[in-house]
């Protein structure tokens, strides 16, 4: 397994948690404020559709933009093809959608994988006039729970000098203002979060660890097997495992300006 490669993870991706409803409809309230009705969104780098899903939820529509083809074919399984969203194969830094096409566009847990220059270019080529972009990521919010830290501790144990790449954390974030307002394409940064929980089933909580591909990836697969052994005996008690997240977005409005 590949850093960033989510092929061999897609059965297992479903299992995550989606984000909080709460933060994406104060976004879409703020940017109808300013803007007006938005009338299409493009989900970038959609995976399997968690993001897309909340984003349906809200009664938004667009386009499910993602280069995996196992990903898209599980997140087409989870959305469909006829339910406001259209799906199509891409990257960041290479939508295929056309110039001007959308009035939001998001990434979930996913921004930190681009070529920023490039990403934030095309998000410029894509938007209307006066766009938004967020970035949200959607990490365990660990510190409230002493049972998931301790889980937590445990792997960094096992795998001493464990470098998180993708969980979300504050200090993972830290430069991510700055990659935001590294280009003239965007200003106005602003950064929005919410907590929230997920109720998992057992199962649920541990599809979701066998979806994680950074541990995955520096543990190997011996130790990884390892590790989730660990995590199923520290459940082994719990009917159901509550799971704390809080949902963290960076929003940047387009510099571009009708002609």
């Known amino acids: 397994m590949k850093t960033g490669d989510f092929t061999q993870l897609a059965k297992d991706y479903i299992h995550r948690s989606g984000y909080s ?15 007006g009705r938005i009338e299409q969104i493009a989900d970038v780098g959609a995976g399997t559709g ?39 194969k891409g990257t960041a830094e290479d939508t ?39 970035a949200i990521w959607n990490p365990r919010n660990i510190e409230s729970s002493t049972f998931h830290m301790e889980i937590e501790n445990r792997i960094k144990e096992m ?12 200090t993972n974030m830290e430069h991510m203002e700055k990659k935001l307002l590294s280009t003239p394409y965007f200003k106005d940064l602003f950064l929005l979060e919410g907590n929230h929980e997920t109720i998992m089933t057992k199962e649920r909580y541990m599809g979701a660890w066998k979806s994680v591909n950074d541990i995955h990836v520096q543990a190997g697969d011996v130790l990884f097997e390892q590790i989730l052994q660990m995590i199923e005996q520290k459940i082994a008690h719990l009917e159901e495992v509550v799971v704390p997240y809080t949902s963290r977005a960076f929003t940047v409005r387009s510099t571009k300006s009708s002609m």
């Open 159 to 170: 795998i001493p000098g464990l470098k998180r790449v993708s969980s979300g954390s504050r």
């Open 21 to 35: 409803e709460i933060v994406l409809d104060v976004l879409r309230n703020h940017i109808q404020a300013i803007n």
């Open 96 to 134: 295929g959608l056309a110039d001007n096409s959308v009035d939001w566009v998001l990434m979930g847990s996913s921004f930190h994988w681009t070529d920023t220059p490039a990403a934030l270019k095309e998000f410029a080529r894509i938007l209307r006039p006066g766009g938004f972009f967020t």
């Open 50 to 88: 968690k993001l897309t899903e909340n984003l349906k939820n809200l009664g938004l529509k667009g386009y499910a933009v993602e280069p995996n083809d196992a990903m898209r074919t599980e997140g087409i399984a989870l959305i469909g093809l006829e339910d406001g969203f259209c799906w199509s």
